[in-house]
């Protein structure tokens, strides 16, 4: 990709599961389907699997842990099936309402980028399916630890000042201490990891806080500085 002439005035950086989508929602579903197909047992080793390799790889690796998974029942009957439903999982109607919107009003400020955690076949994957990357223009960055390629996000998309929209506050907490004023933090309240309160209770707040992604088209960004964003 060819960057531009000129820094950007602004870039607006926003997280995908639990921000754009509803993960939680995908995490529940596949717990039911596992179990329906391979028993409540099966179901608990399957999460046991995918934890321990969230721990190793520092990401969600939904495909490694069915690979590894299958070794448990290698000549079980819903294999194929199972293969389909998680390759072909219907994301588009795990996107939040309101989130196609916050996206276009984000357009206004300058482009909008999507920077996700997660592996390189199934992340990419559930953001095609879900209608995300189109609405981003193919504009996606996906890392192990994104929070730690700040530098590669502004060689790939050179800005003088960037927005940042997550649900988890640890990430932009970390965000902010490695860019300062130069970062707006928008913290969005859904999913799992925005209701820990103890975690939060541990982080700074970000500058901005909003209830649901929908929240995010009705603010008032028409005079967003690195320092103020009309709450």
Known sequence: MSLPDQPFDTVCLLDVDNTLLDNDRFQDELDARVERD???????????????????????DYLGAMQEFRLAEPDHAAWPSMSAWLLDYPFAALVYPGAF????????????VILSDGDIIFQPRKIELSGLWQAVAGRVLIYVHKEQMLDTVARRYPARRYLMVDDKLRILDEMKRRWGER???????????????????RLAPADVSVECIADLAALDLTAFNAQEVVK
Request: proline content about 2%; hydrophobic content about 45%.
């Open 183 to 201: 970062l707006t933090t928008v913290f969005v309240r859904q999913g799992h990891y925005a209701r820990d309160a103890a975690a939060i209770a």
């Open 101 to 112: 919107d916050a996206i276009a009003s984000l357009d206004g400020l300058g482009p909008t």
């Open 38 to 60: 391979f028993g409540a047992q099966g179901r608990d080793l399957y999460r046991s699997i995918l934890e321990r390799r969230r721990a190793e790889l520092g990401y969600v």
